[in-house]
């Protein structure tokens, strides 16, 4: 089983799905164009957002960072005039200030990601999508900013015009990723409910990704992130406004339109079922507490199972 | 004034010179030969003990780091398996960040450390040593070790050959401090009673350093970091054994030979002072509280009147 996601929504489903696929089964694979470079650290939001949720260490409530954290560093920062317009917990610093150390001495940010998941006790395989650097930049009419900068600093408020991915042509795909979605007896590759644009997106922006899930033997199923006309969390409704786009589950399944094999979305949008492409299974897709998330996840393996059937 | 300190006990003195001379006309040269790499961090153990007794910020009952700190960085970051043997507490790991982010931009050290000390209101001026890299060696016989695996992480446990202070011959002190000393009306130049080998050395061991004292019209006076056989804190005794000196006021005033004007050691050592080819002056010299620390500062500097008169 592989999963392509991003931070908060994916991060959800892929619980859920670690809930049911025995540890190294499943192979969850990490958008890295959020990553960035702040006070000198690498920080890798979707990386850390996912390996929280998988370690039981998240902020379930906040949707990001960890629990129980404190924020001294923070208050020490801002007295000393650093740059405090994105939140550093005392804890998540550890996973930004050992990375970055790790990193420039050499080691690939699978690697590190890797250790830190089996000391942390993370039995998925959680994978950057690369190991190479790809930025998410985000064109406004105020002209591009990076990524963080749209989404932190600024709260998603400029209007998006495009997105790209700076490094994308040249990064490979973490390979552990291809060669899974490559194998015969993978069961699906689940695409979760994350943003398509900025959480999903590049990871098909990788040289021979699309290529990979298209001649996968695995099923690829979608998991709707819109649900009755808006977006549980983040800007995806705002963004596909801003895109020309119906926020609509459809709008959602078309973007995915020549790569996916089955389409979760939600029941209040059954009926937008007959006009997607694709087979399609209506179910609950709120995912409040673990067992939402869990039922989701069973939900999405049944379908993989009957389109497996064929 | 100019003072010349290392960080716990020359922090005690600078606090106390701090409360009687006023803002800018204090410059406190603050040792930077204990300064490392840590996890990819610049830090300035020195710099940042006498940066934090000034701000009023540091813990004075452990006679380092910040008062009320949390701990949470470190807790998390042995999880993940990184280097505990230096404790960085939440609050504290600012300064490192911001300071390491800015050198890397290419400012200086003590062009961050005045802007950090402005920040925190501390009215003398605080500057390293020097902004070039000097790095105290400590030779043991079981090879040589780097300062703080030597202080830190062996608890100063290994015995003491020699110190070297690698990059000191190619060193530039620091022009404000070269200037300060040389001036007519400068009262004093005191050195604090920190520990003569590894926190005032390093300062002695720069180019022009021993030079400056020696040519200044301005009194030089130390001040005894030994009472009564020992030292208050820190490793000043044993490595003073160590090094064959008998642990006497007396030994560190002949270390200061040729450099120094007049001498204050403690009252329990006062049978010493007949010895010692400089004028003496005996006090109490233990600094418990803030009263002690003002009362040993007005006593170098009435000391400091009764030199100058001549």
């Not at 890798?44 to 560093?73: C, H, I, K, Q």
Request: aromatic share 6%; net charge negative; proline share 6%.
């Amino acid at each position: 089983m592989v999963a392509l996601s991003g931070g908060i929504g994916g991060a959800k489903l892929a619980l859920g799905l670690s809930r049911l696929v025995p540890g190294e089964d499943l192979v969850i694979v990490a958008n890295t164009g959020d990553d960035f470079e702040h006070l000198g650290l690498h920080i890798s939001p979707d990386v850390d957002t996912l390996m929280y949720t998988l370690a039981g260490l998240a902020n379930l409530d906040a949707g990001w960072g960890r629990a129980g954290e404190t924020w001294t560093f923070m208050s020490a920062l801002e007295r000393l005039g650093g740059e405090t317009w994105f939140l550093l917990g005392d804890g998540d610093l550890a996973t930004h200030v050992e990375r970055t150390r790790r990193l420039a001495a050499g080691e690939a940010l699978s690697a590190v990601t890797a250790d830190f998941c089996r000391r942390l006790g993370v039995a998925p395989r959680l994978l950057p999508m690369s190991d190479d650097p790809v930025r998410t930049v985000v064109e406004t009419p105020q002209g591009e900013l990076d990524f963080q900068r749209y989404f932190v600093e600024r709260s998603c408020e400029p209007v998006v015009r495009s997105l790209r991915f700076a490094g994308a042509e040249q990064a490979r795909p973490h390979p552990e990723w291809l060669r899974e979605a490559a194998r015969p007896d993978t069961a699906a590759i689940v695409i979760c409910p994350s943003n398509p644009f900025i959480s999903i997106d590049p990871i098909l922006a990788l040289p021979g990704a699309r290529e990979a899930l298209r001649a996968a033997t695995a099923p690829v199923i979608a998991v709707s992130p819109v649900v009755a006309g808006d977006a549980i969390k983040g800007p995806t409704a705002k963004m596909m406004r801003e895109l020309g786009l119906p926020v609509t589950a459809h709008a959602v399944a078309a973007h995915y339109a020549g790569l996916i094999d089955g389409y979760v979305l939600d029941e209040a949008d059954a009926s937008e079922a007959d006009q997607i492409a694709v087979p399609c299974r209506t179910t609950a897709t709120l995912m409040r507490d673990e067992s939402d998330k869990v039922r989701l996840a069973a939900e999405v393996l049944r379908f993989a199972e009957a389109l497996n059937r064929g």
